[in-house]
């Protein structure tokens, strides 16, 4: 089992930066596909980033491409996700991931945190 822990997240204004961290515990996560998403409410959980178990492959979204940058220290077991040039449209629940076969695709995560809060103020 993994255990996922997400912080980092709170209010910001529109073109402010966030760093939202993500801990994991249980077991190494070296050997997973790391990810964030996001949620808002009524709406499905949606693709935010994803990063390769040894860390040499990102895929985004195409909705924060060019501003979110998602990295993994396997050594420290945590996960990151740097977002710049916030917008408002990026107010959600994020929420980290980890699956041997994590896509864009929701269910094909293993496992979760709880979320944390990002707010973007217009």
């Known amino acids: 089992q993994v255990q996922l822990v997400e912080s980092g997240g709170g209010l910001v204004q529109a073109g402010g930066s966030l760093r939202l961290s993500c801990a994991a515990s249980?077991?190494?996560?070296?050997?997973?596909?790391m990810g964030w998403f996001r949620q808002t409410p009524g709406k499905e959980r949606q693709f935010v980033a994803r990063?390769?178990?040894?860390?040499?492959?990102?895929y985004y979204a195409d909705s924060v491409k060019g501003r979110v940058t998602i990295a993994r220290d396997n050594a420290t077991n945590t996960v990151g996700l740097q977002m710049n040039s916030l917008k408002p449209e990026d107010t959600a629940v994020y929420y980290c991931?980890?699956?041997?076969?994590?896509?864009?695709?929701?269910?094909?995560?293993?496992?979760w945190g709880q979320g944390t809060q990002v707010t973007v103020s217009s």
């Open positions: 990063i390769s178990s040894g860390g040499g492959s990102t």
């Open positions: 249980g077991r190494t996560i070296s050997t997973y596909a």
């Open positions: 991931a980890a699956g041997r076969r994590l896509t864009r695709t929701p269910g094909d995560s293993d496992y």
